[in-house]
């Protein structure tokens, strides 16, 4: 086992960057809890780099990324830094196309002691994933859209959505061998729900089509379909049936905000972006350029962001001390909502990213990494 791991880290514009100082001090109180050092490799990127620079990703921080055992990332994009064609600059897309990290993971669950929009009492229970395709799909287009012009004014824009087998396969075994492993640890059926357009687009239908392939490798595990509009409604009638669920790109995009909202926000939030060599991990908000610099954003989603990076690394370095920092996080998390002492602003309480910050650093030190 290794006695330290090298964490590429980037935390970009806006909030990114204070919630990634909350991070940090939470990396470095787990160091004494689980006897291993992480060193910490700041690389610059993002919105504000780009107008300082001209560059928003630069080689020297992608070599870094590369290098390091997991890349750990705040968030990037300002409103008001675009490119010639009226697009953000938005490099942690280009770190997924880059990098292969094509599993987009975005846990979402309940947090004792916070409120949530829903009034049914088992919106409590909520605890499923979503799974994002995050290297095709409709973002594919992205910077590869079809301008097309008459008598010197744009007439008409064409955006691609691109499918492929061996791009649905992948991600779609990614999420039964999730649901098998949730199914482990957490001591419930397994089942992978498909959420997919099929009714109306020929790539949808095929996307269904290598999805029910897979599933046949997976007689352990449910499985079944639903239309992306008919998910819209079921995530706020029922979001407490589901395990684990799949989906294209640009609905995994916009299904990932409506998930966080269920639980209370952005700020609870975490994601793990995967790819078969690397995981960048991010809280799965955006800059929040309404909150930024006022020191009242939620860490939660970042700190959660860093635990789903121990366990992966715990997995990859076969290293259980990774795996009881994890458990750590996030039971120091649960305790200070549980208990009722901190609620963030963004719940329309007090305490602001530094309060929470280190309340859960606090429980952190005293938290026993046993569930
Ligand atoms: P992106 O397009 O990069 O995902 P966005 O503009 O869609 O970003 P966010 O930056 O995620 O959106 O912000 C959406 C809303 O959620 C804003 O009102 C913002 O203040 C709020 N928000 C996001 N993250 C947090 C956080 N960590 N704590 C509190 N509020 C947050």
């Not at 204070?18 to 160091?31: F, G, P, W």
């Not at 700041?42 to 990703?57: C, F, K, N, T």
């Not at 955006?286 to 700190?303: F, L, R, S």
Request: proline share 5%.
């Amino acid at each position: 086992m290794e006695s330290s791991y090298h964490i590429a880290v980037l935390p970009g514009d806006g909030i990114g960057t204070e919630v990634m100082r909350a991070a940090e001090q939470l990396i470095v109180a787990l160091e004494s809890r689980i006897g291993v050092r992480f060193a910490m490799e700041y690389q610059p990127a993002g919105a504000q780099h780009y107008l300082e620079r001209g560059v928003a990703l630069p080689e020297s921080t992608l070599k870094v990324c590369d290098k390091a055992d997991a890349i750990l990332f705040g968030a990037m994009g300002l409103p008001h830094v675009r490119g010639t064609d009226g697009t953000e600059i938005i490099p942690q897309l280009d770190l997924r196309f880059h990098f292969d990290l094509y599993a987009g993971v975005r846990p979402i669950r309940t947090f004792k002691g916070l409120p949530t929009p829903l009034s049914n009492p088992k919106a409590q229970d909520i605890d499923f994933v979503l799974v994002r395709e995050s290297t095709e799909g409709l973002f594919y287009a992205r910077g590869r859209g079809d301008v097309r012009q008459a008598d010197g004014v744009t007439s008409e824009v064409y955006d691609t959505m691109k499918i492929t087998r061996q791009g649905t396969a992948r991600i779609c075994e990614f999420a039964f061998k999730l649901a098998q492993r949730r199914a482990a640890t957490k001591g419930r059926s397994a089942r992978v729900t498909n959420v997919d357009k099929a009714n109306v687009f020929s790539s949808m239908a095929f996307w269904r089509g290598v999805f029910s392939e897979v599933a046949l490798k997976y007689p352990d595990v449910a499985s079944d379909h639903a239309y992306v509009d008919a998910m819209a409604l079921n995530l706020v009638m029922k979001p407490w049936t589901y395990d684990v669920m799949v989906t294209e790109n640009m609905f995994g995009d916009i299904l990932s905000d409506l998930i966080a909202a269920l639980v209370g926000g952005m700020g609870m939030a975490p994601s793990g972006d995967i790819g078969d060599r690397h995981g960048l991990f991010q809280p799965a908000h955006g800059t929040a350029p309404d909150i930024a610099g006022q020191g009242k954003a939620n860490p939660t989603a970042m700190m959660l962001s860093a635990a789903m990076m121990l366990d992966w690394l715990a997995d990859r370095a076969g290293d259980p001390r990774l795996a009881d920092g994890a458990a750590l996080i996030e039971n120091a998390v649960e305790q200070v909502f549980a208990d009722g002492s901190v609620r963030p602003m963004e719940f329309g309480g007090p305490h602001g990213t530094a309060e929470v910050t280190r309340a859960v650093v606090a429980a952190l030190m005293k938290t026993s990494a046993k569930v």
